[in-house]
């Protein structure tokens, strides 16, 4: 099975109030169709090592690999175009427009990617939309929502150009327990079934020992795995 996404020694500063070392020799492989989980505690790095991870911060040393491609030292304009290909995103809260429909947010996406025309953008938005078990909502201002049916609105926001990542920051940290289970459910099987890599920082033990590996970080290291 392929490596997905591959780091070699990566390191972080921040420099207020002072000099800080954040991150500290993070060498990482993570293969495709895995379920990971990021652990530590507040302030161990991880949050950090996931925007690294994204390709949304570019101020570190070492190397970052995803999909093969190598991307350290590329332009912004290249990242944005490359996470939005390659990456998808899911955050302890949805982000969705609310005034918008959940299918049109779903859409957005791949609108933007300019790859589908706009109906088939609209087929992809429905089946992904199915998938998560909410095709019956798609025509619903996403503020008339729960909480979960909106946290699904935007993991079918997250698949809809088939991401080879999908990167979670505590995905599902605004949720009540039932809709806890509900999207760890989802995101199993979308490794088990579709063969989804996911990346995930979380405080839920639960949720962490249920998925298919553990990282556990501690003042800017990796400690276990």
Known sequence: MEFVLRTTGIGKYFYEP???????????????GEFLSLIGKSGCGKSTL?????????????????SGERLTGKDQNYLAAFR????????QFHYLLPEFTALQNVMIPAL??????RKEVEDRAYEKLNILGVKDQALKATSK??????QRVAIA??????????????????L??????VVFDILDELTQVYKQTIIAVTHDEEFARKSD?????????????
């Open 157 to 174: 926001r997250a698949l809809i150009n088939d991401p080879d990542i999908i990167m979670g920051d505590e995905p599902t940290g605004n």
């Open 18 to 32: 002072e000099k800080f070392k954040v991150l500290d020799e993070i060498s990482l492989e993570v293969r495709q």
């Open 145 to 150: 929502l729960s909480g979960g049916q909106q």
């Open 213 to 225: 590996r553990i990282v556990e970080m501690s003042d800017g290291r990796i400690v276990s795995e």
């Open 112 to 117: 933007k990617l300019g790859k589908y025309s």
């Open 176 to 181: 009540d327990s039932y809709n806890t289970q």
């Open 84 to 91: 939005n290909k390659h990456i998808g995103f899911i955050f």
């Open 50 to 66: 996931m925007y690294v991870l994204s390709t949304m911060d570019t101020d570190y040393e070492g190397q970052l690999e995803i």
